[in-house]
C-alpha cells in the first residue's frame, strides 16, 4: 500500500471520528441513567420528554437530523389539552459532544387564555371553558378520530401551542383548527392535523 493511500485513509478515518458525535443514552427505561454513545456521522443528539394523561417517557439518543428533529438548538414544545386527556411533548436537538444531557420537563403552570372543550369522548356539545397551562397559547377544534368515523356531528376542543399548529402534519387525515383569543374555538380557523399526530407520537414512545 503506497505511502498516500495510507494517509488518505487515515485522515478519513480522522474526519470520521471528528465528525461523528458522542450523545448521551437513556441507559434505563425511566432513563435515570445514562451512557455516552457515539452516533453515526449524520446524526444529531437529542432529548425529549413526552408526558400525556396515560403515561410518560423520557428519551435521550443519537437522532436523525430530518426524520426527528426539525428545529436545532431550540426547545420545540407540542401540547394539546382537552377536559378528559393531555398530551405534551418537548425535544431539543442539538450538535455539539454530550449536548443532550439535560431532563426537560414539560411546563405545568396555568396561564391565561381559556378555550371551550369537551368532558369526554361523549360531549357532543363542548363548551365547557377550560383553562390551558404552559405554552398552550392557542385554542382548537375539529371533528373527532377515535372510533366516531360515522359522526361528523362529533367534535373535539381544547388548548393547543404554537409550535403543534404550525407543525407540517398535514399528511394525516383529521383536520384540526387552530385560533388565538380565549374561548376562540367556536368557529373555524386555521387547519392541521393534530390529535392523531401527537397520539401516535405518544404510542410509539411508550413502546
Not at 5 to 23: G, H, M, N, P, R
Request: charged residues 15%; hydrophobic residues 30%.
Amino acid at each position: 500500500m503506497s505511502v498516500t493511500l495510507k494517509l488518505s485513509i487515515t485522515s478519513a478515518l480522522l474526519f470520521y471520528t471528528v465528525e461523528a458525535l458522542q450523545c448521551y443514552s437513556c441507559a434505563s427505561k425511566e432513563c435515570n441513567e445514562t451512557t455516552l454513545m457515539t452516533c453515526s456521522a449524520e446524526d444529531i443528539c437529542s432529548t425529549s420528554t413526552i408526558w400525556a394523561t396515560v403515561g410518560s417517557k423520557v428519551s435521550k439518543e443519537c437522532s436523525m437530523r430530518g426524520e426527528n428533529c426539525v428545529f436545532m438548538n431550540k426547545t420545540t414544545i407540542m401540547s394539546v389539552r382537552t377536559g378528559y386527556s393531555h398530551i405534551s411533548y418537548i425535544s431539543y436537538c442539538c450538535s455539539m459532544d454530550g449536548c443532550n444531557q439535560n431532563t426537560l420537563s414539560v411546563p405545568s403552570e396555568p396561564n391565561a387564555l381559556k378555550c371551550y372543550t369537551c368532558m369526554s369522548e361523549e360531549d357532543k356539545v363542548c363548551n365547557t371553558p377550560l383553562k390551558c397551562v404552559g405554552v398552550e397559547d392557542q385554542c382548537f377544534r375539529g371533528p373527532s378520530d377515535e372510533g366516531h368515523n360515522d359522526d361528523q356531528n362529533v367534535i373535539r376542543r381544547g388548548c393547543a401551542s404554537t409550535d403543534l399548529c404550525r407543525s407540517n402534519t398535514h399528511h394525516l387525515s383529521t383536520n384540526i383548527y387552530c385560533c388565538k383569543g380565549s374561548l376562540c374555538n367556536h368557529a373555524w380557523g386555521m387547519t392541521l392535523s393534530l390529535l392523531s399526530f401527537l397520539l401516535a407520537l405518544l404510542i410509539k414512545s411508550l413502546v
